[in-house]
């Protein structure tokens, strides 16, 4: 069975340094791969997802991820960071083609707090 | 196109009180899924809709936990009794087919006392 594995439950950074929130996952399967943001209050949001192609991923703020199958990792990276960033992203992990391609196997996620 | 709509926003009940949420989700999205999240965690499914069917709802926990999708489209959820452990998050999502992707309303947040 896949899991997913988000080491940093909080990542502190000061507006306008990089950051990077880490996620590993296990499967002895292909899988998709995506990142959601929730923001306080509010419902999780899709922020990008790898399905197939170019392991290089972004999203329209800014945010990157890479999938490498190697290291079994989908790591979240943004080059500068704003105040309004600050929110709890997760992780997700979803089995390519199998009858469970409809369940998704979310991390526990991890707070970006975005000093200024 | 307007999202996934969930009401209430918040709930506060005593404990062995019943409490349903509702879901409403994107205009032809025929797979609806209920999460539940517990603070500090992500979400967990409870069980997923291809149009009114349940076709998987092997983490609801039955003795107390209902639910439906009549016509295949609105959906709620209900707690008979409710428990202090109850107290959660309760997130609503929608897909076009279960192999597409999940777009989440902003939950309802339920505080058992």
């Known amino acids: 069975a896949q899991s997913v594995t988000q080491l940093d439950s909080q990542v502190p950074v000061f507006e306008e340094a990089p950051v990077e929130l880490r996620c590993n996952y296990s499967?002895?399967?292909?899988?998709?791969l995506f990142w959601y943001v929730q923001y306080p209050n509010q419902g999780l949001q899709l922020l990008l997802k790898y399905l197939s192609g170019s392991t290089l991923v972004e999203s329209i703020n800014g945010f990157e991820a890479e999938f490498n199958k190697s290291q079994t990792s989908f790591h979240l990276r943004k080059p500068s960071v704003h105040i309004s960033d600050t929110a709890e992203y997760f992780c997700a992990v979803t089995v390519r083609g199998g009858y469970n391609t409809d369940k998704l196997i979310f991390g526990t996620g991890t707070r970006l707090q975005v000093f200024p | 196109e307007a999202g996934v709509v969930q009401s209430p926003r918040y709930k506060i009940i005593e404990k062995k009180q019943p409490v349903a949420f509702w879901c409403n989700p994107i205009s032809g999205h025929n797979t609806l899924y209920w999460y539940l999240q517990n603070l500090g965690q992500g979400p967990e499914l409870l069980i997923r809709y291809e149009n009114e069917e349940a076709v998987d709802d092997s983490q609801l926990p039955k003795d107390r936990f209902s639910a439906e999708r009549l016509k295949g489209v609105d959906s709620t959820l209900k707690i008979q009794p409710a428990e202090l452990g109850d107290s959660a998050v309760y997130l609503c999502?929608?897909?076009?087919?279960?192999?597409?992707?999940?777009?989440f309303g902003p939950g309802t947040r339920l505080l058992v006392l």
């Open positions: 499967s002895s399967v292909s899988v998709y």
């Open positions: 999502a929608s897909s076009r087919t279960s192999r597409e992707t999940q777009y």
